[in-house]
T-cell receptor, first 112, second 112 residues
């Protein structure tokens, strides 16, 4: 079936260090979305990537979509304690099919 | 706008009991979905709906029923609760699968 693999599962960093999480699919994606879930909270949408090779930035966050549209990454520069949470990617294979497939998430902890 | 609301916030059931988790949105979104989230895992799609009167199964539909009689409401019914259904349940809505999903605050369900 269609699966989105996300690594790493956990990442512990010192405040100020960089952080990256990766999502990979065995088949081509149509779109990929990224969400953040704070501890005890609900997922909140960050961004959607649609085009092959697309790069989008939100302040210290950089999102990339691979040329083959099979992988994506989220990079945080100079982490802060407010970045703590679990980051999920959600792959959409067919925008007419009505389903998205979530990765298992990467949980980021930041030591002050 | 209240966004996506879910009730109850917490629920404890005994094995074999049935119940309905409520979900409502006031954003006039056509697409609604139910996910479950187990510890250390991502969001797994239970059922989804692309509009009133239309529902379809996700990855893990067994033991759950849904209906969509109005655009606003998308209740999830547990037919005969089992301990394996202990989880956090999130409802989400969006204009379409290719748009940002808005998540409700979640229902934490324990089945004894």
């Amino acid at each position: 079936g269609q699966q989105v693999m996300q690594i790493p599962q956990y990442q512990h960093v010192q405040e100020g260090e960089d952080f990256t999480t990766y999502c990979n699919s065995s088949t081509t994606l149509s779109n990929i979305q990224w969400y953040k879930q704070r501890p005890g909270g609900h997922p909140v949408f960050l961004i959607q990537l649609v085009k092959s090779g697309e790069v989008k930035k939100q302040k210290r966050l950089t999102f990339q979509f691979g040329e083959a549209k099979k992988n994506s990454s989220l990079h945080i520069t100079a982490t802060q304690t407010t970045d703590v949470g679990t980051y999920f990617c959600a792959g959409i294979y067919n925008t007419n099919a009505g389903k998205s497939t979530f990765g298992d998430g990467t949980t980021l902890t930041v030591k002050p | 706008n209240a966004g996506v609301t879910q009730t109850p916030k917490f629920q404890v059931l005994k094995t074999g009991q049935s119940m309905t988790l409520q979900c409502a949105q006031d954003m006039n979104h056509e697409y609604m979905s139910w996910y479950r989230q187990d510890p250390g895992m991502g969001l797994r799609l239970i059922h989804y709906s692309v509009g009133a009167g239309i529902t379809d199964q996700g990855e893990v539909p067994n033991g759950y029923n849904v209906s969509r009689s109005t655009t606003e409401d998308f209740p999830l019914r547990l037919l005969s609760a089992a301990p394996s259904q202990t989880s956090v349940y999130f409802c989400a809505s969006s204009y379409s699968i290719a748009d940002e999903q808005f998540f409700g605050p979640g229902t934490r369900l324990t089945v004894l």
